[in-house]
C-alpha cells in the first residue's frame, strides 16, 4: 500500500514502522557495510569536493588514497553516482571517534560550521529511499538487519520512520509536503488503532 502525496507515493512502512538510530547499539555500521557507497545525486558531487579541505584531516589514510585515485564517488553497476568506498567496505567520508563508532566526516564537519553540507541526501533519509520513475518518486522504508536496534528504539519511545526523519524529508521534499504526510500518518495510525 502507497499513499499519494503530490508527485511522490510513500510506503505505508514510512507511517507505520518505528526507527530511532541508536549509535551506542550500532556504532554506525551503516557507513561501512553495503556491497556499493552511498547513492549520491549529481548536484551533490561538487558539494563533496568543495568539501574535502574541511575534512580531510579526519579521513582514513586509505581514504585519501581512493579518493586521490577515482574521486569522491564512482558509477555502481546501475550506473548511478555513489560515493566511493574503501576495499568495499567504508565510506572514504567515515571517520572514527575515541570509542571507535564510525562517525560522517562531513556531519562533523557541518557540526562544527565548517562546512554548510550536511552529507548526501540519501544518508540523511536513511532508512528511507527515494526510486525516480516517469512521472513520480517512490518514497520506501528500508528495512535492513544492521538496523535492528534502531527499530527496538523506536518502538521503545514510540517513534515512527517519519518522524525520526522530519528534518531529512522536510531538506528532501519541502515543510508543505512534510505536513501533509503528518497529517495523513496521525489519521492513519489513529484508525488502525481504533481497528486494532
Same mark, same amino acid.
Given at each position: 500500500?502507497?499513499?499519494?502525496?503530490?508527485?511522490?507515493?510513500?510506503?505505508?512502512?514510512? #507511517?507505520?514502522?518505528?526507527?530511532?538510530?541508536?549509535?551506542?547499539?550500532?556504532?554506525?555500521?551503516? !557507513? =561501512?557495510?553495503?556491497?556499493?557507497?552511498?547513492?549520491?545525486?549529481?548536484?551533490? #558531487?561538487?558539494?563533496?569536493?568543495?568539501?574535502?579541505?574541511? =575534512?580531510?584531516?579526519?579521513?582514513?589514510?586509505?581514504?585519501?588514497? /581512493? #579518493?586521490?585515485?577515482?574521486? @569522491?564517488?564512482?558509477?555502481?553497476?546501475?550506473?548511478?553516482? +555513489?560515493?566511493?568506498? /574503501?576495499?568495499?567496505?567504508?565510506? @572514504?567520508?567515515?571517520?572514527?571517534?575515541?570509542?571507535?563508532?564510525?562517525? !560522517?566526516? *562531513?556531519?562533523?564537519? !557541518?557540526?562544527?560550521?565548517?562546512?554548510?553540507?550536511?552529507?548526501? /541526501?540519501?544518508?540523511? *533519509?536513511?532508512? +528511507?529511499? /527515494?526510486?525516480?520513475?516517469?512521472?513520480?518518486?517512490? +518514497?520506501? $522504508?528500508?528495512?535492513?538487519?544492521?538496523?535492528?536496534?534502531?527499530?527496538?528504539?523506536?518502538?521503545?519511545?514510540?517513534?515512527?520512520?517519519?518522524?525520526?526523519?522530519?528534518?531529512?524529508?522536510?531538506?528532501?521534499?519541502?515543510?508543505?509536503? $512534510?505536513?501533509?504526510?503528518?497529517? +495523513?500518518?496521525?489519521?492513519?495510525?489513529?484508525?488502525?488503532?481504533?481497528?486494532?
Amino acid at each position: 500500500m502507497m499513499i499519494q502525496i503530490y508527485d511522490t507515493l510513500v510506503s505505508l512502512e514510512v #507511517i507505520e514502522e518505528y526507527f530511532a538510530c541508536d549509535l551506542n547499539a550500532c556504532h554506525g555500521i551503516c !557507513c =561501512v557495510e553495503g556491497d556499493s557507497g552511498a547513492p549520491v545525486e549529481a548536484g551533490e #558531487i561538487a558539494e563533496l569536493e568543495a568539501a574535502l579541505p574541511a =575534512v580531510w584531516d579526519d579521513l582514513s589514510p586509505k581514504a585519501k588514497q /581512493v #579518493i586521490d585515485k577515482q574521486g @569522491v564517488v564512482y558509477l555502481d553497476q546501475e550506473g548511478e553516482y +555513489v560515493t566511493s568506498i /574503501v576495499k568495499g567496505e567504508d565510506c @572514504v567520508f567515515t571517520c572514527y571517534d575515541e570509542n571507535d563508532y564510525c562517525l !560522517c566526516a *562531513l556531519e562533523k564537519a !557541518c557540526r562544527k560550521g565548517k562546512i554548510s553540507f550536511y552529507k548526501p /541526501v540519501s544518508c540523511h *533519509l536513511y532508512p +528511507v529511499r /527515494v526510486a525516480r520513475y516517469q512521472g513520480f518518486q517512490a +518514497v520506501n $522504508y528500508h528495512r535492513w538487519s544492521v538496523c535492528q536496534a534502531a527499530r527496538i528504539l523506536g518502538k521503545k519511545n514510540q517513534t515512527r520512520v517519519y518522524q525520526f526523519l522530519k528534518e531529512p524529508l522536510i531538506r528532501r521534499f519541502g515543510e508543505e509536503w $512534510y505536513k501533509q504526510l503528518c497529517e +495523513v500518518a496521525q489519521e492513519y495510525n489513529h484508525q488502525s488503532s481504533i481497528n486494532t
